[in-house]
């Protein structure tokens, strides 16, 4: 509502349509199929998922027939997608990770002696570009065929520039362990994949239900964590893109009693606990990536799981420089102030700055179905108080041009103060979840970064663009457009004095907002962003006291950004 509330439009926005079984979402993706400028959702469900496609004026349409996606209603648990452009061609593809059959699961499963069946086969949609897929697993050697996938990620994990394929697989005690596609596009021009699993060190035998890229230790090298029931896994990156686990080593967690399948997380209780979506991201702005947990025990679901913690709650874990302690006593209050934990059966969660104060926010949701009947939704409003000493940060949006616009895969390096801060725009991962597509980089005392070099995708000619920018001032939101004619952009850190010199008034703004500067004899920029990055005034002038016309933009938070002789500044303001 452009308020810092929200409201719940699913009924007048989404067709209501009446299938021969109910159906029970369980996550999806939200990315642009057809490039017509709106994204678009795909929901993976148990029974038939549906892909809703945006009609540009709030509605969605149920276009799964339309493009030639698969349409079951029976018979299908979809639990996780993940989308990108794998092939360069300019448009979204996606991978649906899909589970068992549950009815079989209830009776059959046992803990320690396999299972009866094999899961169902994964789903793999290369997107045609005319508004339609084709469903190509089999062929592309990426279906699971003997796995029980509960999560995709497509994630470039060797910087080459191409997007490959994580799937990680349930029951991998038994059946078959995570995978690691490899996609050759940029070694041989076809999009293709191998596994390389085994050659990284990533065949692990879990229980997976959640993988969340990061580079904790910030040696530009994207490492892992994997969640699951009983031990985790955290896979630090060799610098060869061979991967160690090194969770025993790196998290300090609470105290379990012998004999129990130890990860060192368990808080309340003698059992193992089960872990879902691990979300990273730098709370505390210090340079450091911090972790939350997503913690549900599985009663219910089936009578081996029955003695499976039933107080668990999310942890909350701080990088204190390259470990990890647990500081979840301390994370939470509620609106009064009071202490909490988050003991609910969890399963996904997410990261966004929804009030783009330059503080990561997080989602938290458990997960309703036909067997599992809790559920329940938080909305975690980060408020790390600001010290005498302020811990400054970075956001990036990115839109790319040889590739579909979300440019998934698009590493960003950010210099400060001699460290590197790498991020990756992906998707999936997480049980049901996607983050937001916003990289957040906390500097600390740093009011300005060096440098930032944006590696985009390549296309499916392997041409890849790199952008470099420097000199590039703290505490603001960027939006970056791939400027495939490669060169460097340099901008001068604002100084103290400039920033004290330049007055927006009135805030709130109703139809005019009047910015008093200095000097007017220097021509100036003045670009307004809303605050999911896109521009929504340009306006040139040099004079010292100039008026914007914001009538025509709608009530909420913007940044204003003036440029002036290579000086940027940012000031913030509401519209009313």
């Known amino acids: ?68 996606l698969n349409f079951p209603l029976a018979q299908n648990e979809s639990n996780s997608s993940s989308f990108g452009d794998f092939n360069g061609d300019g448009y979204n593809d996606f991978y649906v990770s899909r589970w068992i059959e549950e009815s079989k699961f209830l009776t059959t499963g046992t803990s320690d002696t396999g299972y009866a069946h094999k899961g169902f086969p994964n789903w793999f949609y290369v997107n045609n570009g005319n508004g339609t897929f084709t469903e190509r697993a089999v062929e592309f050697k990426v279906d699971g065929d003997t796995g029980t996938s509960n999560i995709a990620l497509f994630f470039d994990y060797d910087r080459d520039g191409d997007l490959d394929l994580f799937v990680g697989n349930d029951f991998g005690v038994d059946l078959t ?72 080593k790196i998290v300090q967690g609470g105290n379990l009693p012998p004999g129990v399948g130890s990860n060192g997380y368990e808080r309340h209780g003698s059992y193992m606990t089960t872990t879902w979506t691990p979300v990273f991201g730098d709370f505390d702005n210090n340079g450091w990536e911090d972790a939350m947990i997503v913690h549900g025990y599985e009663g219910g679901i089936s009578p081996w799981l029955a003695n499976q913690n039933r107080s668990d709650t999310s942890i ?4 204190i420089g390259n470990f990890f302690e647990d500081f979840t006593d301390y994370a939470l209050i509620d609106r009064f102030g009071k202490k909490m934990t988050l003991d609910i059966g969890g399963r996904g969660g997410a990261y966004i700055d929804y009030n783009h104060d330059g503080k990561i926010d997080l989602c938290f949701a458990s997960l309703g179905t036909s067997g599992l009947t809790t ?38 390096d950010v210099w400060a103060g001699g460290i590197r801060h790498s991020r990756q725009v992906s998707t999936g991962g997480g049980f049901g979840s996607q983050n937001s597509l916003m990289q957040h980089v906390g500097l600390g005392e740093l009011s300005m970064a060096d ?60 139809n005019i907002l009047n910015v008093n500067t200095s000097d007017a004899s220097v021509s100036k920029r003045f670009e307004i962003y809303d605050m999911l990055g896109i521009r929504q005034i340009d306006e040139k002038c040099n004079e010292s006291t100039f008026s914007l016309s914001v009538s025509n933009l709608k009530p909420g938070c913007y940044v204003l950004r003036i440029t002036s002789a290579g000086n940027i500044v940012t000031k913030r303001f509401v519209k009313e």
């Open 1 to 68: 509502m452009h308020d810092g509330t929200f409201k719940n439009v699913a009924t007048s926005s989404f067709a209501i349509h009446s299938p021969d079984r109910r159906i029970f979402p369980r996550g999806g993706s939200a990315f642009d199929y057809d490039n017509d400028g709106f994204p678009d959702i795909y929901v993976c469900c148990e029974n038939r998922d549906i892909l809703w496609h945006n009609n540009g004026d709030g509605t969605f349409t149920d276009r799964t027939r339309l493009a030639n």
């Open 451 to 510: 440098s930032i070099i944006v590696y985009w995708p390549c296309d499916k000619h392997r041409n890849r663009t790199i952008n470099k920018y420097f000199n590039i001032a703290a505490d603001q939101i960027i939006h970056y457009t791939e400027d495939t004619v490669i060169k460097s952009v340099v901008h001068s850190a604002p100084t103290a004095q400039s920033k004290e010199q330049i007055k927006i008034y009135p805030s709130p703004a109703r």
């Open 177 to 248: 362990p995570n995978q690691v596609f490899k996609n050759l596009l940029m070694e041989t021009g076809e999009a293709k994949f191998v596994d390389v699993t085994k050659e990284l060190g990533l065949a692990a035998h879990v229980f997976c239900m959640g993988i969340a890229p990061n580079d904790y230790n910030r040696d530009g090298n994207f490492d892992f964590y994997e969640t699951s029931i009983g031990p985790e896994r955290f896979f630090k990156n060799n610098g060869d893109n061979t991967f160690t686990d090194v969770i025993s």
């Open 375 to 412: 559920h329940d939704f938080r909305l975690l409003k980060n408020i790390t108080p600001d010290t005498e000493i302020p811990s400054h940060w970075l956001e990036m949006r990115f839109t790319a041009v040889r590739t579909a616009k979300e440019g998934i895969g698009t590493i960003v």
């Open 316 to 319: 909350f874990f701080r990088n």
